[in-house]
């Protein structure tokens, strides 16, 4: 059976000091190359000898990916539904800058809702959009390794098996983890393997 894994790009200094980046394109730092590198060999190993390596436009996850992609011997492709959800106004602040300057949209979405801000990408779209490359790029011959974001990531797993994006059943991704999807015969999707590599 053939499947789809969820890769996580790996950190950058913006995640290390707790920055929101969204659509910011930040780079790896060397940690991050190296997590990357690391990542990479261990999901070859998964996958075996032929997979697609699809990616996000963001240059930290095409950096992520390209460590892949050079160990299988294949190009990445780049996919814009696999970018990031923007962040809006608050990209490149802390979440206590936030917190602090935002006070009542801070709470909103510590609780899980959407705050009222300019820019903010809504977990609808973002979920459409990301499900939708998912089940564009799914080969049930070949794996596909989907190099992401956080929330992208876990806003297309909700709504590849169908629950409510205001569901936290799949946590949170950490940087460099990823997680293993199949489709069965009578196609309904399956979380096979949750934040494999993490820290």
Same mark, same amino acid.
Do not use: C, K
């Given at each position: 059976?053939?499947?789809? $894994?969820?890769?996580?790009? %790996?950190?950058?200094?913006?995640?290390?000091?707790?920055?929101?980046? @969204?659509?910011?394109?930040?780079?790896?730092? /060397?940690? @991050?190359?190296?997590?990357? %590198? /690391? %990542?990479?060999?261990? +999901?070859? /190993?998964? *996958? &075996?000898?032929?997979?697609?390596?699809?990616?996000?436009?963001?240059?930290?996850?095409?950096?992520?990916?390209?460590?892949?992609?050079?160990?299988?011997?294949?190009?990445?492709?780049?996919? #814009?539904?696999?970018?990031?959800?923007?962040? @809006? *106004?608050?990209?490149?602040?802390?979440?206590?800058?936030?917190?602090?300057?935002?006070?009542?949209?801070?709470?909103?979405?510590?609780? @899980?809702?959407?705050?009222? +801000? !300019?820019?903010? #990408?809504?977990?609808?779209?973002?979920?459409?959009?990301?499900?939708?490359?998912?089940?564009?790029?799914?080969?049930?011959?070949?794996?596909? *390794? $989907?190099? =992401?974001?956080? =929330?992208? +990531?876990?806003?297309?797993?909700? !709504?590849?098996? #169908?629950? !409510?994006?205001?569901?936290?059943?799949?946590?949170? +991704?950490?940087? #460099?983890?990823?997680? $293993?999807?199949?489709?069965? !015969?009578? &196609?309904?999707?399956? *979380?096979? /393997?949750?934040?494999?590599? %993490?820290?």
């Amino acid at each position: 059976m053939s499947s789809l $894994v969820l890769w996580r790009h %790996a950190r950058t200094d913006h995640n290390t000091e707790g920055r929101l980046q @969204g659509s910011l394109d930040i780079p790896l730092d /060397a940690d @991050g190359r190296a997590q990357a %590198a /690391a %990542a990479a060999a261990r +999901i070859a /190993a998964h *996958v &075996g000898d032929r997979a697609r390596v699809v990616s996000s436009p963001l240059a930290r996850a095409t950096a992520s990916a390209d460590e892949l992609s050079s160990l299988m011997g294949v190009e990445t492709v780049v996919d #814009g539904a696999f970018t990031q959800r923007p962040y @809006g *106004v608050w990209e490149g602040l802390t979440w206590d800058e936030i917190r602090e300057r935002w006070p009542e949209d801070y709470d909103r979405r510590h609780r @899980g809702e959407e705050p009222f +801000i !300019d820019g903010w #990408g809504s977990s609808s779209h973002v979920a459409a959009r990301v499900g939708e490359g998912l089940r564009r790029w799914y080969d049930a011959e070949v794996p596909t *390794v $989907v190099v =992401s974001h956080g =929330s992208a +990531i876990q806003l297309g797993v909700l !709504d590849l098996v #169908g629950l !409510d994006t205001s569901s936290r059943a799949f946590g949170t +991704i950490p940087h #460099g983890a990823w997680h $293993v999807l199949t489709l069965s !015969d009578s &196609g309904a999707w399956h *979380v096979d /393997a949750f934040s494999q590599g %993490a820290d």
